[in-house]
């Protein structure tokens, strides 16, 4: 059972403010609002473009009435290692060992972001990288490429006792996606879904809960 009030917080990037991407349509913020009880609230405090980094930054706006925190941070950062897909290499290992490199800067950042989210005090959850659209041409490099940073994520959450949305499960159709990295209106609620079901099943406890899909 849901308590009688509550307030949900979305933290992050585009994932969730994804208002510029859906043609007039209703972003996840204004998904999530009808997703949950009548008197619960929800408030958008992610920013289109913004890296893992800034999520500290975006907590100190944090309304003193939040209840429960979501994140999706990281797809901006794993892009700033994309050029690693172009750089010509001798071997597979010497491939392994840029991404190994990329993958130990990434989870600096990461855990000292779920750190300042665990300090709260708040139930949170965390949101893996998504693909990209199975349709797309690079759809099989870009899945395994962000395979390295997206086990960043989940031993971060783990580790602290957050929950998980897998994004790569919730968005698994090519109509979810506005472009190849945002959540189109279809995308959008289904992530809005997620959060509201992680919400539900997420108690005081400092255990993790993951959500994978929604029905």
Known sequence: MHPSTGHVVLLGDSIFDNK???GGGPDVVHQLRAELPPAWKATLLAIDGDVIAGVPRQLRSLPRDATHLVISAGGNDALGF???LQSPASS????LQWF???????????EAMAEAV????????VCTIYDTPASGPDYRIIRTAAAFFNDCVT???FARGLSLMDLRLICNQDGDYANPIEPSVQGGAKIARAIAAVV???????TSTVIARTG
């Open 82 to 84: 994309a050029y690693l």
């Open 92 to 95: 597979v290992a010497e491939v």
């Open 155 to 157: 031993r971060a959450a």
């Open 100 to 110: 190994g490199e990329a993958q130990d800067r990434f989870a600096s950042d990461y």
């Open 20 to 22: 510029a991407y859906v």
């Open 200 to 206: 539900d099943c997420r108690n005081v406890l400092r």
């Open 118 to 125: 665990a300090a709260t005090g708040l139930p949170a959850a």
